[in-house]
């Protein structure tokens, strides 16, 4: 499966939020309590069963430290579902969130897609920072829905979280099926992770 031909999904924030986790638990991946923090990008794909139809989606992972901010607007095009992903405990990475925000807007402009506010790590919830009140005014704001989760410990939650956003792109957007390029999948493909640089 290419990538350029799935329903394009792309985490966005700063490093270390668990955006590579939240992408690993969500395909049944393994969890990696010691993952490095991602180089440039990577994206893995699956497949999504609806309304008796299969479905491809690619899952895009993003550096989230500074020096790639820059080749990260570079990956933005063409998604069409977008989560901006904060740790609960850690402040700079929700404060960082409009950065994120409006870069995907300056960026899709018109296009269309859907996005979401993801708040990670809700199993260090001893260490909350972020306030679940301050990510719905965040979320409300910019009219998105929200979900605070663990990659740890809410794999369920997540994942159907995850597959609503689908959902709602699907049915918002593939009545115009030629135009968004969405690629109907067979049974037997699989699941894999592909390199991008």
């Known amino acids: 499966m290419s990538g350029k031909n799935n329903i394009k999904i ?4 700063e490093s270390g939020v668990g955006k590579t986790n939240l992408i690993n638990v969500s ?3 393994e969890f990696e309590e010691n993952s490095a923090s991602t180089n440039y990008c990577s994206y893995l794909e699956g497949i999504l069963d609806y309304n008796n139809k299969k479905y ?3 899952l895009w992972d993003t550096a989230g430290q500074e020096i790639y901010k820059s080749l990260n ?3 933005i095009k063409e998604s069409k579902i977008i989560l901006f992903v904060y740790s609960i405990n850690n402040k700079d990475s929700f404060n960082e969130m409009e950065y994120w925000i409006n870069s995907a807007e300056e960026i899709l402009g018109e296009d269309k897609y859907i996005r979401a506010l993801v708040g990670n790590k809700s199993d260090l919830y001893e260490e909350q920072i972020v306030s679940d009140d301050d990510a719905q005014k965040l979320a409300d704001k910019y009219k998105m829905k929200m979900k605070i989760t663990s990659a740890l410990t809410d794999k369920a939650g997540f994942k159907l979280f995850l597959k609503e956003l689908i959902i709602d792109y699907i049915e918002s957007f593939a009545t115009e099926e030629e135009n968004i390029n969405i690629k109907l999948v067979n049974q037997n493909d699989e699941q894999s992770k592909k390199k991008c640089c």
């Open 73 to 75: 607007r570079i990956f």
């Open 27 to 29: 395909l049944d991946r």
């Open 56 to 58: 491809s989606y690619a």
């Open 10 to 13: 792309i985490l966005l924030g």
